[in-house]
Structure formats: C-alpha cells, structure tokens
C-alpha cells in the first residue's frame, strides 16, 4: 500500500450529541487527522442507506455515523432505529464484498469530546490499514465499463 | 428513475417527434394532453384504489394520411414475458396492427436484423425494448433501433432496473467466472466435459476460423447494464411483466398522438405507475406490528386480510411504486419490487431495507446490548442484497461487486 494514502472518510453526526461533541472537541483543541468531513443530520434515523452507499459509490474510503448513546436518543428511539438499519446495511456490504470495518457506527454524546477523538484516530488507522476503496481501483472500473470484454470484439 | 434524474430530464428539450401525424385542434389537443400526462387516479388511503386501464374507445378510423406507423419490438437480455405481455393486451392487439406496422418482433414477426439496417433513421416510430444490455449483441441492437427510431422504450424490469440479470454483476470474476462455471463446473457441464473432453474442457469461443470464413458470436459483458446506460431512453414501462393497463396507456398515447395530435407524454416518463408506493392500492390493512422472525408464504397460513409485513413475511410494497393494483399481495404474495422505487427515491433496495429494519422491535436490554447484537437480529434477514435489490441492481448506485485488494 502506498504511504501517502490519505484516506476520505464522510462522518455522519447526529445534531443533538455527535456534533455538539465533535465540537467539544474543536473547542478542546483536540489534535485530530484531517480526513473526515462531517455532515450533520438532524438524528441518526434520519441517515438513509442510501446515504452511505452514495458516499461509498463516488470513492469515499470509509464512513462513520455517530449518534446519540442508546436510551439518550433526543426523538427517543431514533439511534434504536439507525442501529437496525447500520447493521443490515452493514451485511448488505459485506455481500457486495466491502470490508465491513470500512462502515462504523459509534455513541458519542455532546460532552464527549475525547470519544470522538479517539473514535476519528482509531478509524483513520483502520481505513489506513485497510488501503484505498476498491470502488475506484482500476479493475473495478474496466469491470463496470466492459473494457476488456469490448478489447476482445476489436481484436477480431 | 431517481430523484436527479428526474430534474436533469426535464432540462432536455425533446428533440424529435414523428412528423406523420397531422395536427388539428389544438387547444382541445392540449386539454387531452393533460389527461395523457396525469392517467393516475385520484390519491387517497381508501383501501383499495385500482389503476385503470387506458380506454382506446371504438374501432379506429383508417390509417392516417401518412401511413401506418411502425412499431419495432426487440428482446435483448430478457425471458421473454415482456413480449408475451404485449399480447395481454387482448383484442387491443388488433388495434396495433389497426394503426402500425411491426417492423420487428423476434417472437411474432419475421423481421431481421438487416431489413432494419435497410430502413431511413428515425423512420420507426417507437421501438419497445425489453431486457438488460447483457452482451454485446444485445448492445448492438440496441443501439441500432435507436438510430432508426424516433421513440424507444425501455419496456419491463430488466430493460429498465436491470432486473435479474442485473444480479450476475455480483460475481466477482465477471463474464470469465460465469462462463467457466456453465461451460465446466455445473453437474451436467462436468460430466460431459469430462466425458469427452477429458484433457482440455472446450468452452464456446466468440471467434472461429472455419473453411468457409470466419465465425464469430457475441462477447458476454462483465457487467450487466440498464438500457438507459447504453442508449437515450425517451419513456419507461416498468413491471415484471408489464400491467396491460401500462401497455394500454402507452397505445393510448401514441394512437392519440397519431389520429389527433395530442402532445406525448414527456421524455423520461415512467408510464402506468401511480405516484404513491404500492401500499396505497394494497386492500389489506396494517396494524403496524413488530416481527422478530421472518416467514416465506409457505411456512404460513398467510392471513387474507392482514397487511404481510404484519404477519412476518418481507413483503417491499413500502418502498415500490404503485401501479400494478397490487396483484402479488392481493393473493397472499409479497411485493417484491419489480416496479421498481417511487419517483423521488433512487435506491430501491436502500428504501425497502429502511422500513424492514424499522420493523424489529426494541429490545427491553437495547440500551445496554452491542452491535454484534444487533447483527445478529439483523442476520434474520437472510440474503439482504438479493432481496432487496432483485430486480433494481443494475440501476443502483453500487452497481456490481468489488473486491478488497488487501
């Protein structure tokens, strides 16, 4: 694997918990890698599948959801929801032949500042280990436009 | 259809139409335009809300001015029910043929390959094509009936989503791998393989050299595509088969563009779906209860009148659009999703996996059980892609498998 693989990876943040915390941590000067982007949504129910297959579609290399910690969910059951859903999505991964550590969801409430920054190193260490996501290696993209069974027919 | 797509096809200003139709009236033209644009039927949780079909009225007057319209239908990766749908069509048949010539239509007609090379472009007027773009023949094709026509078609699931074709994209190796594994690894194939030919397995090449010249056949494609990947798509007919009230509703339109000028529907319409999910025509009723276990049809006494999901059996009428009168449910079937998502949603399965997650039950020890947990509930659902994405993989956003370098 190459060194200067930087990985990309797209965090999802629960308004109420997750992000107040993530900003805990910006206010707490906590030293983070700089490969996450974070969106926030307004609960982690509110994060659709689809969510995270689009991101992994257009190359992110991995993808956190974070939400309140079960039983501290600000709709009451929301992150119960997420977590169901993460879970079949996750085996929905698998079977398409991702490595499923490249999906993680994890509690991090509001004051948790420290959480969520072992939670990014630790994930930016996994997804490093990991390497680039093999949606964008150059097999998968002569898979998916026919390039070599079509280098075939101009053979002839 | 998703929901970008929906805006970007809307930007396209529909270039072409056919020019044989002879315009009159216009403003009543447009009032019947608008009924043609909107067949749906009036929305609302009454029970049962049936989706009619299109009525084509009388016998039709002789062919207009300018001829018989043709009319070209071509299977490429399919089964085939598509075209036999076309024939639920009844004594409607009769009324294409009333009105339009069939230029092509490998089940019923004699029409070959060369006579359309022979033909003008853009001189068929709509061509229906059914199945996926499997192989390169089918590509081919496809790609010549849309240069001679003004109008194509993506009829059925796998002309449109791919359908079950689409769901050989999940073997890793690609067009080898199948290949290999029909050719050498089924029961049947290896013992004959190793009947005869015992110390190199012959397997079908697409090149030969023979004495009278060279032979070819077409190549078999890595990845399954959609119609819509390979070729411009001017209108969609979802279904597995399609409704005969979808296969009506198009006649309708094209016959009313033909006698009276009425505007078609616009470039990129889905056409027989309802703008709701399938659950609003569905007559059985909901109690929203939580399942913990999974059943298929079989295992149960499927009850008549109780929504399926109620009574544990995954049924993907929640995220599939409307349109087919519910006929699976309506005998104790699940849905199963050939219709595909409704307009706003792109990923079908995401969809569909979304409410059938939602309906496991918390746990009284939720709060305080692990992920590994969850998962393990979760693995109830056996097969997770596959179901989901039965029919829509070839249009979802991660549209084959991939393969983890290290």
Redesign the interface.
């Known amino acids: ?1 190459a060194d200067n693989f930087e990985p990309l990876i797209v965090t999802f943040c629960c308004n109420w918990c997750s992000y107040a915390g993530a900003d805990n941590a910006g206010v707490g000067r906590r030293q983070m890698p700089p490969n996450f982007r974070i969106i926030r949504t307004m609960c982690s129910a509110r994060i ?3 969510f995270i ?2 991101a ?2 257009k190359g992110a290399d991995g993808v956190m959801v974070l939400g309140c ?3 501290d969910c600000h709709y009451i ?1 929301g992150n ?2 997420a ?10 991964l698998e ?5 499923p550590r490249r999906l993680k ?1 994890e509690w991090v409430s509001a004051s948790e500042g420290e959480k969520f920054q072992t939670t990014v190193v630790n994930f930016v260490d996994v997804i490093k280990a ?6 964008k ?1 150059k ?2 993209k ?5 390039t ?3 280098a ?2 101009k053979e ?1 | 259809m998703g929901f970008f797509d929906f805006f970007k096809k809307k930007k396209k200003a529909k270039a072409d139409e056919p020019k044989a139709a002879p315009a009159k009236e216009q403003p009543k033209a447009a009032a019947k335009a608008e009924a043609a644009a909107a067949p749906a039927p009036a929305a609302g949780k009454t029970g049962f809300t049936p989706y009619p079909a299109a009525d084509l009225g009388e016998l039709l007057p002789p062919a207009p001015a300018g001829g018989k319209i043709k009319i070209a239908i071509y299977w490429t990766a399919g089964c085939g029910g598509c075209d036999v749908s076309i024939l639920d069509t009844n004594e409607r048949v009769l009324t294409i043929a009333q009105f339009a010539d069939i230029v092509m239509w490998p089940v019923a007609t004699d029409g070959k390959e060369k006579d359309i090379e022979a033909l003008d472009d853009g001189a068929i007027t709509v061509s229906l094509i059914n199945g996926a773009i499997r192989n ?1 023949e089918n590509e081919h094709m496809a790609k010549l009936l849309r240069k001679k026509s003004v109008l194509v078609v993506a009829y059925g699931t796998c002309a449109m989503f791919g359908g079950s074709p689409a769901l050989a994209n ?1 073997v ?1 190796g ?2 080898s791998e199948i290949l290999d594994y029909v050719y050498t690894k089924t029961p049947s194939s290896a013992a004959f393989q190793e009947r005869y030919h015992k110390d190199a397995a012959v397997v079908p090449k ?2 030969i050299e023979v004495p009278e010249g ?1 032979l ?1 056949l077409p ?5 399954v ?1 959609t119609l819509d990947q390979v070729i411009d798509v001017d209108y969609y007919i979802p279904g597995c088969p399609p409704q005969q009230e979808s296969i009506s509703h198009l006649l309708k339109a094209v016959v009313d563009f033909v006698y009276n000028g009425v505007a078609l529907p616009p470039k990129g319409a889905e056409i027989g779906v309802t703008e709701k999910c399938l659950c609003d025509e569905c007559p059985r009723t909901k109690e929203y209860a939580r399942i913990t276990k999974i059943y298929e049809p079989y295992q149960v006494n499927v009850d008549p009148e109780k929504c399926l999901m109620d009574q544990g059996i995954l049924c993907l009428g929640p995220a599939t659009v409307g349109g087919c009168n519910a006929k699976c449910t309506k005998v104790g079937q699940p849905c199963r999703g050939c219709y595909g998502p409704t307009r706003l ?3 079908h ?3 569909a ?2 409410a ?3 309906l ?1 039950p ?1 746990l009284d020890d ?3 059980c692990d ?1 590994d947990q ?2 393990e ?3 109830t ?1 056996k ?4 179901y ?1 994405y039965a029919y829509t993989l070839g249009k ?11």
């Open positions: 694997m659709d599948p689809e297959l689009r992994f579609a910690h079960p039983a059951g119960y929801r977590r169901r859903r993460i879970a079949l999505i996750r085996l929905v079977q398409y032949g991702f490595d969801l990991l390497g680039p996501t093999p949606v290696s097999k998968a002569d898979m998916s436009d026919n070599t069974v079509k075939a027919i002839e | 390169s999940l890793p690609g067009a697409t090149v060279t070819t190549v078999v494609y890595d990845t595509k949603v792109q990923e399965g995401a969809s996996l979304t059938i997650a939602s496991f918390v939720d709060p305080t992920e969850i998962i509930i979760m693995k659902v097969d997770p892609l596959g989901f979802s956003l991660i549209k084959r498998t991939v393969v983890e370098e290290n």
